[in-house]
């Protein structure tokens, strides 16, 4: 099966969160890059598990600058058989879409996975214009995928419990928590990542069809106002004619 | 400007997501709705109460099909004009807002909690880092979908009626074919839409103390959540994990019992209107987020205060 895993950078989910130039941009002075958690503990881990029992290769593919480099040698020392990066700078969801349908068009995957959202900025968008690009089924939050021949069969989140589908390659899916467990790279992946292919192509054309205008940091919370424990009717009280939510 | 609205129903009901969703769209121009499966033209008709003037329902699908409903939503969009798309950012929508998007060539927005700015363009303000920020984005192109997220303002509701037409438009096929559902149990609104959400942690120091918890939310008609080790543990099912890594949700009321506050839980809940945090340690950071802090022994405090709302309740009737 030949598998493709997109990866995206995200800060580290304790980063302080700061913009500059005008709040137009994430100020990424001192924060400190990992694997988009999603990608790399669900999406990328379960297709390396999917080739290590079926046979298969895992390729990831990034849409980002050389700064991204060092997140994709993470993938390739977690296990993943080569890497491509996109070489442009990822601002619309779209554009990044584009790129990696006009990618898995050209080179032809069974299985495309994302990782439900990225922790940044959480649009849970791109696997399903991926998807609707190559005209292929998508299903979201899948948190089990098993695959026997050419049909997978998955669960996903949907409101309110679980569901459980088959549908049959290619297909593309965004992956959320259960779908596996994460893996540490050992020393020997590591090493080997230094030597496994990443290969940097030119991005195709494709306007933003939405762009950042500005960010904004929410209000600094007032203080806390502490209750007797001993008096629950005071905070009912507060509930009520106060925060007016009961 | 003309606005498509999707919603979903459940057990015969549009969904509360949905109607905020038609609220939602109502701010923003002349809406329509569009809806899909078994579900009676009386129900439908009361979309109207929420700004719909209009509601298409197809009746060729009955599951959460992606390609299918895409097509639908996409020939609706033509049908009626609509300049803007509106989908609420749930399950379901996360599956079909983007593809509709892509489809059309439109600019899509995840995580809407205002309606668009079109002083200057069309802008529309976005949680983004896990709710630890906002985004203002800006939409180039003539065509725009929006996924709403659940709670961000206030419905309102009137008494107009919408009408009811049928859709037949070709759907193509399925990609997907779904074997199986598995709800959970009881009538309470799911995690992202819920308004009161009562939600504990590690500080119970069991799952054979979420009695109390249940108890309070059952007072209260709130929705069950928990933090994140409370799930890896499996004290509760994963389907109640809160945070970062788990459920983002904006009730207006957030009661947490024995959970510190880490970083990553406060993401998921930091959009909450109001948060109540009870927990035995002055110091968890918790409090720092907190509207009201109660530091107190969750065993002694979550009893009291589900007999003090009983009390309220009692004299409120």
Wanted: hydrophobic letters at 40%.
């Amino acid at each position: 099966m030949k598998l493709l895993v997109c990866i995206s950078k995200a800060p580290d989910t304790t980063a302080k969160i700061a913009f500059t130039d005008g709040n137009t941009k994430f100020d990424e002075n001192g924060v400190q890059f990992i694997v988009n958690p999603y990608d790399e503990w669900y999406a990328l881990v379960r297709a390396l598990e999917i080739v290590e029992a079926n046979g298969g290769t895992v390729t990831t593919i990034t849409v980002g600058t050389a700064a991204d480099d060092p997140t994709i040698r993470k993938a390739l020392a977690i296990g993943a058989t080569d890497a491509v990066r996109i070489d442009a700078d990822p601002k619309d969801p779209y554009f990044v879409a584009k790129q990696i349908a006009d990618y898995a068009q050209s080179n032809g995957f069974d299985i495309i996975l994302t990782g439900k959202e990225t922790i940044n900025y959480n649009g849970a968008q791109v696997g399903a214009m991926v998807a609707e690009i190559l005209d292929q089924p998508f299903v979201s939050l899948a948190s089990k995928m098993d695959v026997a021949g050419n049909t997978a069969t998955l669960e996903r989140e949907i409101s309110g419990g679980i569901e459980v589908l088959e549908v049959n390659t290619p297909f593309v899916i965004s992956a959320s928590k259960g779908m596996a467990e994460q893996r540490i790279p050992n020393m020997r992946g590591i090493m080997a990542a230094r030597s496994k292919p990443l290969n940097v192509i030119p991005a195709t054309a494709c306007d933003d069809l939405t762009s950042v205008a500005s960010y904004e940091l929410p209000d600094a919370k007032a203080d806390c106002r502490y209750v007797d424990p001993e008096n629950m009717d005071e905070l009912v009280n507060l509930l009520h004619t106060e925060a007016k939510v009961i | 400007m003309s606005v498509l609205v999707f919603i979903e129903s459940k057990n015969g009901k549009v969904t509360k997501a949905g109607l905020e969703a038609v609220s939602y769209g109502k701010r923003i121009g002349s809406t329509t709705a569009v809806t899909f499966g078994d579900i009676a033209e009386s129900e439908l008709a009361t979309v109207g109460n929420y700004g719909a003037d209009k509601v298409l329902v197809h009746r060729g699908i009955n599951d959460v099909n992606d390609q299918q409903l895409t097509r639908m939503i996409a020939s609706a969009a033509e049908s009626c004009g609509a300049d803007v798309i509106v989908v609420a950012q749930d399950q379901t929508g996360k599956a079909i807002a983007p593809r509709v998007a892509a489809r059309l060539g439109a600019g899509h927005v995840s995580s809407a909690i205002d309606v668009p700015d079109t002083s200057n363009g069309f802008v529309v303000k976005t949680n983004v880092f896990s709710g630890k920020a906002f985004a203002n984005i800006s939409v180039n192109s003539s065509k725009k979908v929006i996924s709403y997220m659940a709670n961000s303002l206030p419905i309102v509701k009137g008494d107009g009626s919408a009408a009811v037409e049928e859709m037949s438009s070709d759907l193509g096929q399925a990609g997907i074919t779904v074997k199986e559902r598995k709800l959970q149990e009881g009538t309470v609104a799911p995690l992202p839409e819920a308004e009161l959400v009562v939600s504990a942690g590690r500080g119970l120091k069991g799952p054979e103390n979420w009695g109390m918890v249940e108890d309070l939310a059952t007072t209260l008609g709130a929705t069950t959540a928990c933090s994140r080790p409370v799930a890896d543990i499996g004290w509760r099912p994963h389907h109640e994990h809160v945070g970062q890594t788990g459920i983002a949700i904006r009730p207006n009321l957030y009661i947490a019992a024995g959970i510190s506050g880490a970083i990553q839980h406060l993401a998921g809940v930091n959009g909450s209107k109001t948060i109540v945090v009870i927990n035995t340690d002055a110091e968890a950071p918790f409090f720092k987020a907190a509207d009201y802090g109660i530091v107190g022994d969750a065993f002694e405090v979550l009893p009291r205060l589900n007999e003090a709302f009983k009390k309220f309740q009692a004299g409120n009737n």
